[in-house]
């Protein structure tokens, strides 16, 4: 379990999300509790904060987060790389994946839809734009509520390469010397 | 320099494009050549192989990749970190930015935008949807030609987290034991 959480700025979520590592994208509606593996998202604007996330009309979670307008991003670590795949190999119709795969969900500050307390970080979405939900399902949320865990500062996460086989996220590199502005 | 590079199936471009790795997007328009990089990229669809990017109109890169329709996405290695780096602190409106950091401009197949060589990976693209440039500076491209180096399978690769700070690429995890369907 990560250790405690505070808020964090939405428009410095680029830190977690923009490594391009493995989400875990939770929703509610109608009294139902949901979640889906997501590895098709980017970071599109700092302030307000967006990110742009390619939700499949064939997941159980499109129709749930469609109809609420809401989801949360959840960043996992390594140690649920099981979890991982399971739930991306698992549909929301037939199961309750909190319950089946033993993860808490918790309260969110400004959505209905959970936070997965097991994740390092949890970031709540709000739908900012579905210009491209029918032609591409390709959802842009604004992050409005973020929570992350103090440490590590760089937590561990996977990376989704195809074929079942996740990239772990390795080293840092600092070359802050070489910048002469913001990238 | 990378080893040979083969032909490689445009539907599999999320291999190495999933992970969420830096790229450096080369372009050519009015007979000049440019290279930035972008860490806001997201894998859109399989087949056809399309390949969502944020590319701010404060880039020179922006008008040349608007007014030709095209670019490649090159895939660089951790080796090129520092040149990264400072293709990202630079601009094309002053430098060339082949010359000023010893990169080689080879054609390409099917655009007129150059392929990086010492770069693992080139994705020719071409422009597939502008819906969402004007507001967004979003660009959806159609990967119509990849070229991957054979060698490593998994290349070591940098992702950006903001503040001068790079994760580098580390294990790899296979799980291909808890997939039961292609995620």
Redesign the interface.
């Known amino acids: 379990m990560p250790g405690k959480k505070s808020d964090f700025p939405v428009s410095?979520v680029?830190?977690?999300l923009?490594?391009?590592?493995i989400v875990l994208v939770s929703s509610r509606w109608q009294g139902k509790n949901n979640i889906m593996?997501m590895?098709?998202?980017?970071?599109?604007?700092f302030s307000p904060s967006?990110v742009?996330?390619?939700i499949s009309s064939g997941n159980h979670s499109f129709g749930m987060i469609r109809g609420s307008g809401e989801c949360v991003i959840n960043l996992p670590t390594?140690e649920l790389?099981?979890t991982v795949?399971?739930i991306?190999?698992s549909t929301g119709s037939e199961i309750d994946k909190f319950d089946a795969f033993d993860l808490t969900a918790e309260e969110a500050g400004e959505v209905d839809a959970p936070l997965i307390k097991e994740c390092h970080a949890n970031f709540e979405c709000r739908l900012h734009?579905d210009?491209?939900v029918e032609?591409?399902n390709?959802f842009?949320f604004e992050v409005i509520k973020a929570h992350v865990a103090s440490k590590p500062e760089?937590p561990k996460t996977?990376?989704?390469?195809?074929?079942?086989?996740?990239?772990?996220?390795?080293?840092?590199?600092?070359?802050?010397?070489?910048?002469?502005?913001?990238?």
Chains 1, 2 share one sequence.
């Open positions: 410095d680029r830190k977690y923009e490594p391009g590592p593996t590895g098709w998202h980017s970071v599109m604007e967006l742009g996330c390619l390594v790389i099981d795949a399971r991306g190999n734009d210009a491209l032609k591409y390709f842009i760089h996977m990376h989704y390469t195809g074929d079942g086989v996740f990239m772990l996220s390795g080293k840092m590199a600092k070359r802050r010397a070489l910048f002469t502005k913001v990238l």
